[in-house]
């Protein structure tokens, strides 16, 4: 934990409220995200027991499985998932603009620009937690590689025909989310957490109850009051207030309330299932629907509150504006968006259950590449993300006191003015160590001279040579040499990341990586195991 | 003279001439030397480079950054000046050291075409990345392997037939700014140790060791190779006696004087500070290490070794001071400037590997701190800070580290399919503790 954030929390202690970790949005939120709650089942993994989902925070899908381990009720809660989902993807697939992407041409082998769509906008998923991306994952897995009766026949229990699709969709979303400062699929508490620093620790951020707690407080109460408040308080019945935000459930709420109703539920079931007339069976069925619709309105009480709690969270997310660069990040997400969109399109099969080691290490260096862009980015768009970063001595401001002209030796001299500035902060500048700043939108580098005499009080004088962005001439360009009185920041981190090297295609693998991994062939889906009951 | 009597320099051989007769006239297309601190890997390199391009084999050598690469060329040309070397580099401003303009039969270029027909060709592991050949080279030497991670080995083995992969195992293993659990367990995990996914793919390739310290002395290779190579174990090259650290200033009584005489002494010293949680650069710790440090110029050290009869001056050049965090290096240079210290290296752990040096101060990653992480329980970490020197070592610490030890067992999960690391570093931590509380000297007398 860096200073500032340990300082920030020691703040929220001492006031009982989240204190500001940023002053502006570093994620973006889309108009109109889905909002996806989901519940599962204890002990019983990738068994689903319920979600809410839905793009209008009044009127939410209740999905429910009444029997969570009935694999055709199990299947029918996904179909309806993907009843919701699909078409809310399919919403943005369908809206392209034009762009330009770089393209290796097969023939020459040149790089060359190619026209391609570019999907105008992409669609968001929002759940609650960190558990809650796991289970998208989860979710995805558990579907990507099942058959369709029409793909394959002789498929022992046949997905309904949609469930694949939406398993690689939540798949593509859960894999995006690990990108650094991709918003595709957002866990609440993350993003919470991200902008505001509360007086508990980081495991204790991931309620969302108790961190909204501390963010939206409600009056008269302390932030530690009403966090103890979200965590523990129980009713006359033992059940917790506020419910946990899923996909896990309280047990106290299983043992008491849950396992009850399914017990009736699967009674109601067996007893319709012996019915010997048809009036009898009029009668069961009515039984059935009521242990049913019992079921979905306990379902709908411990999704309701989390469902709730995320749209406050995206209020107070909302109020605080966009930083600049959180576009280019989004037009990323659009990319990775398109580029799914149009595997689907083509018939790819569906991702492969491991990466073979090119991807792998494909994946690992962007997502190195977009951590270090995302942390640069954020400082430069947030005065108190840059503060952090002052404090820990990787960057520093301060005022301008000289500028004398200097160039550089050789044939053709370049400019190479000399700035000094004077400043508070504390940097750690090695013997000629680069640092930048941002001029117009583009990072001017300098080299780390040395410091000049003894500044009065505890500031320093850092004297700095620029290296570039000042055109080519021997003078100057107006405006890209600090001038005496410009305050300015720089930084000792870079502003951007340079691509990395080329790694060979998957089929030009080295023996010391086990050589190319040969045809990929389609993956089953899980088999059966004597676990699966039902 | 018995046969059990144990001649390190017989035994240093005998390995090395394995090692070069698996190279050069082996069949497999790999051969891979664990090398415990200061063993001779970069001799062993060098010869190996050497007899390499003797046999009219084209080689390359990849190392992981440019001061291991220059060091290489500077080590190769002194071996044989009028062997062609080429150094490959980048295209940034001083890329590669000034010492190397120096030298008439290096070659340098930004461009792998300009280098051609060269017996040898070096560079980083980061710009061997960007070369495209046409024809791989017959052999390569990879130097630190096991610093190098796994995707950088994927990016640069298709430009050689065969390689010899040199490294030590107990340094500090690759790491990944981004999680990489989603790899974990797979035999080529990108974020795992180049040498890990070599082997985890072709299990037959002959391995070897190198098994005497020439850096470490015989006061340190029993420690550090117990504590951080317990399954291949190694000895120190020279034995009790044969190196002495004098000081021409008696102590003054204080407290970094009296721990400078007990790592004369024994090798070792410990310079304890009360137990206090404190920021990462706390301060009373930071001065500490600064006055012991400044102690040390002022006392007129001295040292006698094998290489040098006549007693040695200790001068800035041969102390450094090792950190965990890049912060409290930038501290103690500050504290070292305040104090009018200068030319003595600070850095973090990452960075002093394949250093050497006959004095360290180490600041104690765990001083001062209220929990252990895996980052601070590392053991690669406290290997490297406590194997830099070839006399003695000061660390300087907090009280209260070993209860700390003890409230934070190690919980890092145990991921499927990978292989467990030995030692764990919270025993290996406590091992290097226990030894240093026989030598703990107080702050304040």
Redesign the interface.
């Known amino acids: 934990m860096s ?1 500032i954030s340990t300082l920030a929390r020691l703040e929220a202690v001492s006031t009982g409220r989240a204190q500001p970790a940023a002053t502006v949005r570093h994620r973006r939120l889309s108009e109109r995200p889905l909002v996806f709650v989901p519940l599962t089942t204890a002990g019983e993994a990738g068994a689903p027991l319920g979600a809410l989902v839905g793009t209008d925070r009044d009127a939410p899908h209740l999905l429910v499985v009444p029997q969570p381990r009935d694999r055709d009720l199990r299947f029918a809660f996904l179909a309806e998932l993907a009843d919701v989902v699909l078409p809310y993807i399919d919403a943005y697939a369908e809206d392209v603009e034009a762009a330009e992407r770089n393209e290796t041409d097969p023939e020459t082998g040149q790089r060359v620009k190619v026209e391609v769509e570019l999907c105008a906008d992409a669609p968001q998923l929002i759940v609650p937690s960190r558990a809650g991306v796991d289970f998208v994952r989860l979710l995805g897995r558990s579907m990507r590689f099942r058959r369709t009766a029409e793909q394959d026949p002789e498929a022992p229990y046949p997905a309904p025909p949609r469930v694949p699709l939406l398993g690689r969709w939540l798949t593509h979303f859960a894999e995006r989310a ?1 990108v ?1 400062g991709s918003s595709l699929l957002l866990a609440m508490t993350d993003v919470l957490a991200r902008h505001w620093a509360t007086g508990q620790s980081t495991l204790e951020d991931q309620h969302l109850g108790a961190l909204l707690a501390w963010i939206d407080l409600p009056d008269g109460e302390t932030g530690a009051e009403a966090a103890l408040r979200a965590e523990l308080a129980r009713d006359r019945d033992g059940q917790l207030l506020c419910p946990p935000a899923g996909p896990a459930t309280d047990p106290a709420f299983d043992n008491k309330l849950l396992a009850p109703a399914i017990e009736r539920y699967d009674r109601a079931r067996t007893a319709l299932a012996a019915a010997e007339d048809g009036l009898e069976a009029d009668d069961r069925l009515g039984d059935l629907t009521a242990a049913e619709r019992e079921i979905r309105a306990l379902v709908a009480s411990r999704t309701r509150p989390t469902w709730d709690a995320v749209w406050r969270g995206l209020d107070r997310l909302r109020e605080l504006p966009e930083a600049a660069r959180v576009e280019e990040r989004w037009t990323r997400d659009r990319w990775s968006f398109t580029g799914h969109r149009d595997r689907v399109v083509a018939g790819e099969p569906p991702q492969p259950r ?5 991807t ?2 494909n ?3 962007a ?2 590449r ?3 862009r995302l942390e640069a980015q954020e400082a430069l768009d947030d005065p108190l993300v840059m503060a952090g970063r002052r404090l ?2 990787e960057a520093f401001a301060g005022e301008v006191t000289d500028v004398v002209m200097a160039y550089s030796e050789g044939k053709r001299p370049s400019p190479r003015p000399l700035v000094t500035v004077r400043t508070d902060d504390r940097p ?1 500048l090695g013997e ?1 160590a680069k640092v930048f700043r941002s001029l117009g939108g583009k990072p001017q580098s300098a080299e780390f001279v040395g410091y000049e005499g003894d500044a009065e009080d505890d500031s320093a004088l850092i004297v700095l040579r620029v290296l570039d962005k000042m055109g080519r001439g021997k003078e100057p360009e107006e405006g890209s040499v600090p001038e005496k009185g410009d305050v300015l920041c720089f930084t000792l981190f870079e502003h951007e990341q340079r691509g ?2 080329k ?2 295609d998957p089929e ?8 190319p991994p040969g045809e990929p062939e389609s993956e089953a889906a899980d088999p059966l195991t004597e676990e699966d009951v039902l | 003279m018995t046969a059990a009597v144990f001649d390190p320099g017989a035994a240093a051989t005998e390995a090395t001439d394995a090692i070069l007769r698996d190279t050069l006239h082996g069949t497999a297309r790999g051969v891979v030397v664990d090398s415990p601190p200061g063993a001779g890997k970069s001799t062993l390199v060098v010869r190996a480079a050497l007899e390499l391009a003797d046999a009219g084999r084209p080689l390359m050598v990849v190392a992981q950054t440019n001061a291991q690469v220059d060091d290489l060329v500077l080590r190769l040309a002194e071996k044989n000046p009028e062997l062609p070397v080429g150094r490959l580099h980048s295209s940034d401003a001083d890329p590669y050291d000034k010492a190397l303009d120096d030298l008439p039969n290096v070659r340098k270029s930004a461009k792998a075409g300009d280098l051609n027909g060269l017996s040898v060709v070096i560079s980083t592991a980061a710009k061997w990345a960007h070369v495209k050949v046409d024809e791989p080279w017959r052999h390569a030497i990879v130097d630190e392997a096991y610093q190098m991670r796994s995707d950088s080995l994927l990016a640069v083995a298709g430009l050689f037939e065969r390689a010899l992969f040199v490294g030590d195992p107990g340094q500090l293993d690759p790491f990944s700014i981004v999680g990489s659990e989603q790899w974990a367990g797979l035999s080529y995990d990108p974020s795992a140790s180049a040498v890990t996914t070599l082997l985890a793919h072709n299990p037959e390739l002959p391995q070897h060791r190198l098994p005497v310290s020439w850096r470490l002395p015989a006061s340190a290779a029993p420690l550090v190779s117990g504590a951080f190579y317990p399954y291949t174990p190694f000895r120190s090259g020279t034995d009790h006696g044969d190196r002495t650290l004098s000081f021409a200033v008696p102590s003054d009584g204080s407290g970094p004087d009296r721990v400078i005489d007990e790592a004369a002494e024994s090798g070792w010293g410990l310079l304890e500070l009360p137990a206090r949680h404190t920021p990462r650069t706390d301060p009373e710790a930071v001065r500490a290490v600064a006055t012991v440090v400044r102690r040390l110029l002022d006392r007129g050290g001295a040292a006698t070794s094998e290489r040098s009869p006549d007693a040695a001056p200790l001068t800035a050049d041969r102390i450094a001071v090792g950190t965990a965090h890049r912060d409290q290096a930038a501290s103690v240079r500050a504290a070292l400037t305040e104090l009018g210290v200068t030319d003595v290296t600070v850095d973090t752990a990452n960075r002093l590997q394949g250093r050497e040096y006959d004095v360290t101060v180490v600041l104690h990653p765990l001083s001062g701190r209220p929990d252990a992480t895996a980052f601070h329980l590392e053991t690669g970490r406290l290997c490297v800070l406590a194997s830099r020197h070839r006399h003695a070592c000061i660390v300087v610490c907090r009280a209260g580290v070993s209860d700390l030890l003890d409230d934070y067992p190690s919980t890092e999960p145990v991921q499927l399919g990978t292989l467990v690391k030995f030692p764990d570093g919270w025993e290996a931590n406590h091992a290097v503790l226990a030894r240093l509380a026989e030598h703990r000297v107080g702050w304040r007398p």
């Not at chain 1, 030009?508 to 050589?515: A, L, R, S, V």
């Open positions: 200073l690990r650094p491991h990466d073979d080691a090119v792998a290490a994946k690992l260096a997502r190195e977009e951590q270090a820990s001595g750690h000629r990395g090297a790694l060979p030009q693998t080295p023996w010391t990586h086990g050589g």
